[in-house]
């Protein structure tokens, strides 16, 4: 009996591992895909495993491009910007749901939840827009998604979690409701914070529909994504002004436009890559602990 047990446990810790692997295989695969052809030379077709001419020059054509620079700084401050209000407004929105002594909670509450399933549409929010003076302005990027519902309902549910004698003693010390909340529930809340500071973050770097509706005649404040979306669109027109802005591209071995499709895309996906990381722990804990009660 023990040893059909142990037959079964190997057996099943086989299938596992070969399972796992087969997935990290699929997940990984067209990452390294987009790799290789990203530093391989020429029509890079047969790329398909390793390098074809390995060569740099496909990232350096596209960073030495005028209008990189600027669209990268453009995703990254809307990140930095967009990712500090956003976990700021929704702490301090989710800290108040959990709540009683807070007027209207219930109505308030419900009404946070119901945006979750019904929207305006397109029209309707680029009027609203319109009329706030936001068209064509860096801030159309940032105080439209200011509030998550999704993530003021992770909050709420996690600071409901704490402790209730933390926050009575700091009360019965002379503390106020900020100071409670940035010296006491914020810290003990980073899991959560950094959780949502991962969505927020990954949601703003890839975030280019915005710039396309709202502010595509703002030639200042274009996103890389927005570039992306552009360039993998118009790659062949990207090429002849690489050669316009004299880069030296030798169109016909060189650049294709499939490599600066690959190119363009390794740009924009390499700096999230680097975040995740950093925060995986806290992430995991803040997810499951912020998901036990909904």
Known sequence: MAQKESASRQGFVICNTVLFVVLCFIFVYPLWYVFIQSVSAGESMNAVWLPVSFTLKNFMAVLEMPAVGRAAFISILRTVIGTFCTVLACMFLGYLFSKKEMPCRKFLYRTLVITMYLSAGIIPTYLVIRAYGLLNSFWV??????????????????????????????????????????????????????????????GQWNAWWDNHIYAFSNKNILTLQYMLYRYLTEAERIIREMKEYGIDVDMSAL????????????????????????????????????????
Not at 163 to 174: F, N, T
Not at 285 to 292: D, E, F, P, S, W
């Open 255 to 294: 650049i294709t436009p499939r490599n600066i499709r690959m190119t363009v895309t390794m740009v924009t996906v390499v700096p999230v890559l680097f975040v995740y990381p950093f925060l995986q722990r806290y992430f995991v804990k803040g997810i499951v602990i912020g998901a036990v009660k909904g």
């Open 141 to 202: 990027y940032i105080l439209p998604g200011v509030v998550s519902a999704y993530y003021v309902i992770l909050i709420k549910t996690y600071v409901e979690q704490l402790p209730a004698s933390v926050e009575e003693s700091a009360m019965l010390d002379g503390a106020g409701t900020l100071t409670i909340f940035l010296k006491i529930i914020l810290p003990m809340c980073m899991p959560i914070v950094a959780t949502i500071a991962i969505y927020a973050a990954v």
